[in-house]
């Protein structure tokens, strides 16, 4: 039995937060490796870009809601995701059309592109806030959990509990099904195939006849789709605030980075392995400890490796450390 | 030219006679600066003050009280020095009302007050460093120091059965006073505090923060931090993890936000903050909207009770010198004596005049505590069907 509840502490305190946090963060880190991976560069609008994607979402979610639409146990924010990629998925190809394309038919070099899409971040910062104000705003709606930690507890007679939610089930499953789905999207069809060519030599695959503005588009396209999804299950398990999406990017970048950025793959990696670092270095394992170890063993600390002050720096010490040892990151990425 | 002379000499004798019994106050306040839309109401309750007590008469028999504003501008310590200095050697004030912030209030008060011996009132500087700066006796404050919010939390704690608690506090200098006055007036209770672990505002995710604080454990938690910031994150990662059942929330997360967002998963949260049920409070509301002041508006009650209080002690100690007053400062604002409350200064000064004790309680229930500031009022909340319901008062 104490070995149960030693468990189900650690699986409600440390196992299903990161994975929630890490899919979360994935997907996030997905949008941006992909950009870099065909425009080589890092697009520090990438957290803006799950901020205008969110609160699109959440526009169409109070439509929806004011005419009476629900999605049963489920967030109305789920119907009204298609609505906010294709939103999202505008406002960037414009973007692209009006900023980016200038630059990239100058040749400029790839920093430049960087500037550039800070001054991009700045003017969505902006957008976002114009439109749907800076303050906390909260559109779940359906039910929260698929069970609380109350019932947990009279279902096993355990002491510790364990809460599931239902944005964690969903994070985590839109986590898989997109993985999959861009998986083979990438490695299938004519267009991935297309994209591949381009990220790996641009100028074979100019010259095999791929249409280089239409990877690009079709990048963006993902990216605003990515980041969407992101944003909005971000959102639905915490809640939406134009700063704190800003204040994301660092952890995706670190997340992409820490994969290797321009693959995807190292992306999924890479967030799941910034969300454990921050999470799991930081807990205290006084509550576990008391669990599995005799009574007189008993800790009085509370077995914490580093205070949580110090959790954004844990991730950044990840960063640092594959990049002395691995500089392209877990995954072979396309930064040298 | 008999008469000239006549004229001139009843003249000079008139005016004399005035200077002398005009008695100056300056109100130095953040005129302009971060508190620059909180000052004009604060200043105006002040010069309510002052045209009550000149109505009366009764002042330091008939004597006038004329008010002279100075900007302290709340940030510049500099600034504030200098308009205080102006204040004490240019105008010849008897008494300061301010500085209204801290900052400006500990340079006033060590580079001018405390050299040139001139009692200050401030009614809202509330930093806890004030309480321990040497200041013989000149400082007084009629706002409570933020020390006193987290010592009343832990009483009320301690009432309410609570033997162990975590703490988590936003990671600034408001959250860290809270934190450590709850934890040391509880630990003095004999109360157990388990962790006291910040956190950041603004951040995305703070399932490692409530990890750690479960794994401490504890009977409530308390969160000293803002209802639309990080404070609210934490409270939402709890009651999604089911961590905590319990939470205590000092004054930064009374928002409004929280309750419409949480509504009955909150339902046992208790926690205090600034408030009284004292009927002073609903007079001066009175009085300022028939003057045309905005009542409503922060501090201003504390104002007005701070330069009531700085004349009622000048009629006690029948004198306006600050070394003859500053020891009657606390001897009318505490009991014994017959309670005052705004709109009646005219009687305290008459019992003050015939020798008789006061206990001015005006409109923020002033009750004045060692070294010289407020107990301050506290309303004690719990959160009941989602809804918040007063408990009683502190």
Redesign the interface.
């Known amino acids: 039995m104490d070995a149960a509840n030693a468990l189900v502490a650690f699986t409600n305190y440390v196992l299903l937060p990161g994975a929630t946090y890490g899919a979360q963060l994935a997907l996030g880190a997905l949008g941006a490796t992909l950009i870099y991976g065909i425009m080589r560069f890092s697009n520090f609008a990438h957290g803006d870009t799950m901020a205008f994607g969110t609160m699109a979402t959440i526009l169409v979610t109070w439509l929806l809601q004011s005419i009476g639409i629900s999605f049963g146990p489920l967030p109305t924010a789920l119907i009204a995701l298609p609505v906010g990629i294709i939103a999202t998925a505008t406002f960037v190809l414009a973007t692209d059309r009006l900023v980016y394309r200038h630059y990239r038919r100058n040749k400029v070099p790839s920093i430049i592109l960087v500037m550039v899409s800070l001054g991009v971040m700045f003017v969505m910062n902006g957008v976002v806030r114009m439109i749907i104000g800076v303050d906390d705003r909260q559109f779940a709606d359906g039910a929260r959990f698929v069970f609380t930690a109350a019932q947990f507890k009279t279902w096993t007679g355990l002491a510790e509990p364990i809460a599931l939610r239902v944005s964690q089930v969903i994070s985590l499953i839109a986590a898989v099904v997109v993985v999959a789905w861009l998986y083979w999207f990438l490695e299938k069809t004519r267009t991935g195939k297309s994209m591949r060519a381009f990220s790996d030599n641009e100028n074979l695959a100019l010259l095999s006849g791929i249409n280089p503005e239409r990877v690009v588009a079709i990048t963006w396209i993902l990216a605003a789709a990515l980041a969407t999804i992101a944003g909005v299950l971000y959102g639905l398990d915490k809640s939406f605030r134009p700063f704190t999406y800003f204040q994301l990017l660092l952890p995706i970048f670190a997340a992409a980075v820490v994969g290797g950025l321009g693959n995807p793959l190292g992306a999924i990696a890479g967030g799941f392995v910034v969300a454990f670092s921050e999470v799991a270095v930081t807990y205290s394992f006084r509550k576990v400890a008391t669990y599995l170890l005799p009574d007189d063993w008993q800790p009085d600390g509370l077995l914490q490796l580093l205070t949580t002050d110090y959790k954004v720096a844990v991730s950044f010490s990840v960063l640092v450390l594959v990049l002395l040892f691995k500089p392209s990151g877990l995954f072979k990425g396309k930064a040298a | 030219m008999k008469k000239f002379l006549l004229v001139s000499a009843s003249l000079l004798v008139l005016a004399t006679a005035a200077k002398a019994e005009d008695v100056k106050i300056g109100i130095e306040m953040g005129f302009t600066g971060p508190i620059e839309t909180l000052t004009p109401p604060m200043a105006q309750a002040a010069e309510l003050v002052i045209k009550e007590v000149n109505d009366s008469g009764l002042f330091l028999d008939g004597a006038k009280v004329t008010a002279v504003r100075a900007d302290e501008t709340c940030i510049d310590a500099g600034a504030a020095t200098a308009a205080a200095e102006r204040l004490i050697t240019g105008d010849k004030v008897a008494g300061i009302i301010g500085p209204s912030c801290s900052g400006a209030a500990t340079a006033v008060l060590t580079n001018v007050a405390v050299p040139n011996g001139i009692v200050l009132i401030s009614p809202s500087a509330t930093s806890p460093a004030l309480s321990t700066l040497e200041d013989k006796g000149l400082f007084f404050r009629t706002a409570p120091s933020d020390a006193r919010e987290g010592e009343v939390l832990a009483q009320i704690m301690r009432d309410r059965g609570i033997k162990s608690v975590a703490i988590s506090y936003t990671?600034n200098d408001y959250g860290k006073g809270v934190a450590s006055s709850v934890q040391t007036a509880f630990e003095k209770l004999g109360g157990k505090v388990t962790?006291s672990?910040?956190?950041e505002d603004?951040?995305?995710?703070y399932?490692?923060?409530?990890?750690?604080l479960?794994?401490?454990?504890g009977d409530a938690l308390v969160i000293a931090g803002y209802a639309?910031q990080g404070g609210?994150?934490i409270v939402?990662?709890v009651l999604?993890?089911?961590?905590f059942s319990k939470f205590a929330f000092p004054n930064g997360m009374w928002g409004a936000?929280l309750v419409k967002?949480f509504g009955t998963q909150l339902d046992g949260a208790f926690g205090n903050l600034p408030g009284t049920d004292s009927p002073g409070a609903a007079k001066l509301m009175e009085m300022t909207e028939k003057a045309g002041i905005a009542g409503s508006a922060t501090f201003v009650p504390e104002t007005y009770d701070a330069t009531a209080l700085m004349l009622l002690a000048m009629q006690a100690a029948k004198s306006s010198a600050s070394a003859d007053y500053k020891s009657k400062i606390m001897d009318v604002a505490n009991a014994p004596g017959e309670k005052i409350y705004p709109g009646e200064l005219a009687k305290a000064l008459q019992i003050l005049k015939d020798g008789g004790d006061i206990d001015y309680v005006g409109a923020s229930a002033v009750e004045l505590i060692e070294p010289g500031e407020s107990a301050g009022a506290f309303r004690e909340q719990e959160i009941e069907g989602g809804a918040v319901k007063t408990v009683k008062f502190h």
């Open positions: 990671n962790l672990a910040p956190h603004g951040k995305g995710d399932s490692a923060e409530v990890g750690s479960a794994s401490a454990g639309d609210a994150g939402q990662t999604d993890t089911g961590a936000s967002r």
